[in-house]
C-alpha cells in the first residue's frame, strides 16, 4: 500500500476511535461523579460550604476517575467504531484492497499507546494530588463550618454515638451555654453530660471537634445497678471529623507517589497486612494503564464480530467484558490480600488472562471464523419459532 493511502487510513481509523472516545469518556466520568454528587451537595444544602468549593472536590476527584474512564472509554471506542466499520462493510472493503486485519492495528495501539501514556500520568502525578488536595479541601471546609450544624435549642445527632444540645450558642466568640450531652459512644456505659457553660474548638492536627466544657458533671450508669456522678470545673470532649464524614487519614497508600510508595514498602518493621497493601497498590498502578493495550486486542474483535452497528450493543458489550474484567481484578486482589499469591501476580492476572484471550479472538476474526456467543440470539429465535410452529400445528 503506497504511503499516502496508508496514513489516509490510518487517520480515518483514529478519527473513527476518537468521536467516540470522547463521548465514552464523559459518559462515564459523568456516572462516576454522580455516585459522589449526592455527598457533595449535602455539603452545599445542610453545612453551607461555598459552591465553589464543592467544584473544587468535584476537580480533585477527576484523577481517580480518570485514572478508570479512560481504558473504559477505549474500549468502548474500539467495539462502537469497528461494529459501524463491520456493520458497513468498510472492513470488507479493506479486506478486498489487500489491506488485512494486522494491517489496522498500528493506529488502534497508536491510540492505546496515547491513552497508556494519559493514564500513566494521571497515576503518577494526579492520582496522589488529587486525593490529597480533595481531602485537604474538604478537611478546612468542614473545619471552618463544622459549628454551623450546632443551633439553639436543638437536639444535634449529626455524630455517630452523640446527641448535643445547647441553650444558647455565639457564633462569632464559639461560647455556648446551658450544654446537655448524651454519649452513648461506649453502649455499655452510656453517660449524660451537664454544663452551664463551654467553648467549641477545633483540633487540626487530630482532625477532632473538641468542646471544652466548665461548670458541669457527668452521670454515668454502670451496669444494671451503679451509679456514677464527677463534677468538673472544666472538661474536654473530643469528637472526630473521621466519625462524621468517614475521612480516611491523610496519608495512606492511595495518597502516596511512587517514590513514597517504594519508600514505605521498604521500610522495616512494617505490618504484613501493610506491605501487601503497599504492594497491590504499587502494582495497581502499573498494571491497570496496561489494561489499554489489552482491551486493544480485545476490543477490535469483538467489535468485527459484533455486527449489530447499533450504539446500545456495543455499549452492552463493553459493559459486560468491563464487569467480567473487574470481576478478575477483585478475585486477584482478594487472593492478594490473603497472602494467597503474589501482589505482582494478583494484579497481573486480568491482564494476562484477557491478552490471552484477546490473541485467541483476533486470530480467529483474521481468520474469518465466526464467534458461537454472537450468533447465539439469532440461533435462540429460530429454535423458538421452530418449537412454536410445531406447537401450533394442527393435529
Known amino acids: 500500500m503506497p504511503d499516502a493511502m496508508k496514513k489516509t487510513l490510518y487517520l480515518y481509523i483514529l478519527k473513527e476511535i476518537t468521536v467516540p472516545f ?16 449526592m455527598k457533595l ?30 481504558p473504559m472509554a477505549f474500549l468502548l471506542a474500539l467495539l462502537l467504531a469497528f461494529g459501524r466499520l463491520s456493520a458497513d462493510n468498510e472492513i470488507t472493503a479493506l479486506k478486498s484492497g489487500g489491506i488485512s486485519l494486522y494491517g489496522i492495528l498500528t493506529p488502534v495501539f497508536f491510540f492505546a499507546f496515547l491513552a497508556y501514556l494519559a493514564t500513566s ?31 439553639d435549642q436543638v437536639f ?14 455565639d457564633e462569632s466568640t ?22 452551664r ?23 454515668r450508669m454502670q451496669g444494671n445497678s451503679n451509679y456514677q456522678l464527677m463534677e468538673f470545673d472544666s472538661y474536654d470532649l473530643s469528637v472526630s471529623f473521621d466519625q462524621k464524614y468517614k475521612i480516611v487519614p491523610t496519608v495512606n497508600e492511595l495518597d502516596m507517589t511512587f517514590n513514597e510508595l517504594r519508600h514505605a514498602m521498604t521500610v522495616p518493621g512494617v505490618a504484613p497486612n501493610v506491605l501487601r497493601d503497599l504492594r497491590l497498590e504499587f502494582h495497581r498502578r502499573l498494571a491497570f494503564p496496561f489494561a489499554c493495550f489489552v482491551f486493544a486486542l480485545i476490543g477490535v474483535p469483538l467489535g ?69 456467543i454472537f450468533d447465539l440470539p439469532k440461533s435462540i429465535i429460530v429454535w423458538a419459532q421452530a418449537r412454536y410452529a410445531l406447537w401450533s400445528k394442527p393435529r
Request: hydrophobic residues 50%; charged residues 15%.
Open 22 to 37: 470522547i463521548l465514552g469518556f464523559a459518559v462515564f466520568t459523568f456516572v462516576l461523579l454522580m455516585g459522589r454528587f
Open 304 to 372: 468485527l464480530q459484533n455486527r449489530r452497528s447499533g450504539k446500545s450493543s456495543g455499549f452492552s458489550l463493553c459493559l459486560a467484558v468491563l464487569l467480567t474484567y473487574y470481576i478478575v481484578l477483585s478475585i486477584g486482589k482478594s487472593l492478594g490480600q490473603n497472602a494467597l499469591v503474589s501482589p505482582a501476580i494478583a494484579m497481573w492476572i486480568p491482564n494476562l488472562l484477557f491478552i490471552s484471550l484477546g490473541i485467541y479472538l483476533f486470530k480467529m476474526t483474521a481468520a474469518e471464523q465466526r464467534m458461537t
Open 121 to 151: 500520568a494521571i497515576t503518577v502525578y494526579a492520582l496522589p494530588w488529587g486525593n490529597t488536595a480533595f481531602k485537604t479541601l474538604l478537611y478546612n471546609a468542614i473545619n471552618v463550618r463544622v459549628n454551623i450544624s450546632l443551633k
Open 156 to 169: 444535634n445527632d449529626d455524630f455517630p454515638g452523640l446527641v448535643i444540645y445547647v441553650a444558647r450558642y
Open 41 to 70: 451537595a449535602d455539603l452545599v444544602i445542610a453545612k453551607g460550604v461555598p459552591v465553589s468549593d464543592v467544584a473544587r472536590m468535584l476537580l480533585y476527584m477527576l484523577p481517580s476517575f480518570s485514572f478508570i474512564t479512560i
Open 174 to 195: 464559639h461560647q455556648i451555654s446551658g450544654v446537655l450531652i448524651y454519649d452513648e459512644r461506649n453502649a455499655k456505659e452510656p453517660s449524660t453530660i451537664f454544663a
Open 197 to 219: 457553660q463551654g467553648m467549641i474548638m477545633t483540633d487540626p492536627k487530630r482532625k477532632a471537634l473538641r468542646l471544652r466544657l466548665t461548670d458541669g458533671g457527668i452521670h
